[in-house]
């Protein structure tokens, strides 16, 4: 059957006949408000785009393979997949770098063994002559010994570290002009900007002008600029923004083409070398097999933007060492992407999506703004000693960690949907935990510190949902204070009445009133007096933001809860209250 015009029967269908189709289904709601995402980089993201959405676009078209790259570096579609070894000898690093590779891992990173010496670095590689490594901790010497390793094999397999390219740039130097092409000694980190609270706009333009002076400085230390640019890895964490984490690699390799063009260097040595890793920010350890999901979305959006080497971190690394069972998910996590979603099978999927290709578009335009405001003030590391990079990201950070605490961003399992059964007081390391920075954080104190005061004896408060009245608002009310309270580890009861009498006598330490607001003010005006005269003090709270909240709390009401309530300050007032 010929396909060359199976859409010919299809009328075109214009802008303005899509808007107007919107607005009528929108029957008189304001179309900013209910659909337009404002998004935390600035771009206002519209319900549908279309290839007019392209037009001006700051882009080259190119096929995947070809300068400026933002179609991906190779011609052929591919990843690595990385497994972080922390065994600390060098023997049991060796043997589980092994067993990695044999169960799948395609490159293997090193993260703990400290190598002082050639034979160290002959036992610990032993065997992988085949497989590309990576050095996370590398350091002067051992950057070294590497060089004098790889002079002597040069068939190796591609090795790179993450030394900071911008630490010493003297020593950086020296290195590039004597490494074997096989070997990227240096590393631009961009991956500790995302958990620092960077928006995609900022790990771009940031870490762009980590490269531009890295590159101006191998200049005027007499390295030439293609080997500099090949000397150097770029490393990324991919975070819960999906698509802006997929244009995010796509727009910054675009730009460091750009980059290395404009300093004179090759078009074939302008290819950015990118590794990434799944975010530590959006991991928790409640609900902990959620990772998973979290970091396989995170995986495929660095598979789809285009990253060379991958990283999915185990589920429990937040909370505790990983053991085989968590490693093994993870590395069986790409490989599910890899041959049975068949990612590795197609270039840049992702081209050729106009809401794709705007937001690319958008992220290599601001980019490239933040990284010329960057050198207009000094250039990176000028500017990173004013700690005027570090002072920006704190105020989005803050603002980051509020929309976490205000349930804005969403993390199933903490903030929301919480199972106040789920205990993880005796799984956790509490340095773990503290270690690095996480949206969860807050609300896993809540809970660590309920289940500290049920671990010393203490009973936990039971709250007591009160469905009264409207059945509609009761039940929404009630699944509403329901979820809240389980962010913080209470023990949560439903109670369906009929009357104030009924609602007194129930058994807990906390009622919350779940009804219409306008039968609040008649059922306090019963409910308190019925209190009084049982001779109970149990406090009452009211799930809703009445007009006449006053006067309830002059009635005997203690709080209000509801969407606005800031529920770490909430929670937190209750568990003291209640003598947690």
Request: net charge neutral.
């Amino acid at each position: 059957m010929a396909t060359e015009h199976l859409l010919e029967e299809f009328p075109p269908v214009s802008t303005a006949a899509w808007e107007a189709a919107i607005t009528r289904d929108l029957k008189g709601a304001d179309y900013e408000k209910k659909l337009i995402w404002r998004t935390d980089e600035g771009l206002a993201v519209k319900p549908y785009y279309r290839a007019g959405d392209l037009d001006g676009a700051v882009r080259r078209d190119a096929a995947p393979g070809k300068f400026p790259y933002g179609r991906g570096t190779r011609e052929e579609a591919g990843w690595r997949i990385r497994e972080v070894i922390g065994a600390t000898g060098t023997e049991s690093a060796n043997r589980a770098a092994r067993a990695a590779v044999a169960a799948g891992a395609e490159e293997i990173a090193f993260a703990a063994p400290a190598v002082s010496s050639a034979a160290e670095l002959r036992r610990l590689v032993a065997g992988l002559d085949e497989i590309p490594l990576h050095f996370e901790d590398a350091d002067e010497p051992t950057i070294r010994l590497l060089l004098s390793w790889l002079h002597a094999r040069p068939r190796s397999a591609p090795v790179s570290t993450g030394c900071d390219a911008l630490a010493n740039v003297e020593f950086a130097a020296e290195v590039i002009k004597s490494a074997p092409e096989k070997l990227l000694p240096f590393t631009i980190h961009g991956n500790t900007l995302e958990e620092a609270g960077a928006t995609a706009v900022e790990e771009v333009g940031f870490t762009l002008a980590a490269g531009v002076d890295f590159v101006a400085a191998m200049q005027e230390h007499g390295a030439g600029v293609d080997r500099a640019a090949m000397a150097t890895e770029f490393c990324f964490a991919t975070g819960a923004n999906y698509f802006f984490e997929i244009a995010k690699l796509r727009a910054f390799r675009m730009l460091w083409a750009r980059v290395v063009e404009s300093f004179g260097g090759a078009s074939e040595c302008a290819r950015a070398r990118i590794a990434t890793r799944t975010s530590r920010w959006s991991k928790t350890i409640y609900d902990p097999h959620v990772n998973i999901l979290r970091a396989t979305t995170e995986a495929m959006a660095a598979v789809l933007g285009g990253a060379d080497s991958v990283t999915v971190a185990p589920f429990d690394q937040c909370y505790r060492p990983s053991d085989e069972a968590s490693r093994r998910l993870a590395r069986n996590t790409q490989l599910l992407l890899k041959h049975e979603a068949s990612l590795g099978r197609v270039a840049d999927a992702a081209g050729g999506s106009y809401y794709v290709e705007t937001i690319t578009d958008f992220l290599a335009r601001e980019g490239w703004k933040r990284m010329q405001q960057i050198e207009a003030r000094g250039g990176y590391r000028k500017t990173l000693t004013s700690e005027e990079i570090s002072k920006a990201l704190e105020e989005k950070l803050a603002a980051k960690e509020n929309a976490a605490v205000l349930r804005r961003r969403v993390l199933i399992g903490t903030n929301q949907f919480a199972n106040p059964a789920e205990r993880a007081l005796k799984r956790v390391e509490e340095e773990r935990v503290n270690e690095i920075k996480r949206g969860a954080r807050a609300y896993e104190r809540l809970r660590l510190r309920s289940e500290r005061y049920e671990a010393a004896g203490g009973k936990l408060p039971r709250v007591v949902l009160a469905e009264i009245g409207d059945a509609k608002m009761r039940a929404a009310r009630s699944a509403f204070a329901a979820n809240f309270f389980a962010c913080a580890g209470f023990a949560v009861a439903t109670m369906r009445c009929k009357k104030a009498e009924e609602l007194a006598e129930a058994e807990g330490e906390l009622i919350v009133l779940c009804s219409s607001d306008g039968e609040y003010a008649p059922l306090v005006a019963e409910l308190m007096p019925r209190l009084k005269a049982l001779g109970r003090e149990t406090p009452v709270v009211a799930a809703g933001n009445p007009a006449d909240a006053e006067q309830l709390a002059a009635a005997g009401i203690a709080d209000f809860i509801n969407v606005r309530s800031n529920p770490i300050e909430v929670l937190t007032k209750w568990q003291e209250r209640l003598g947690i």
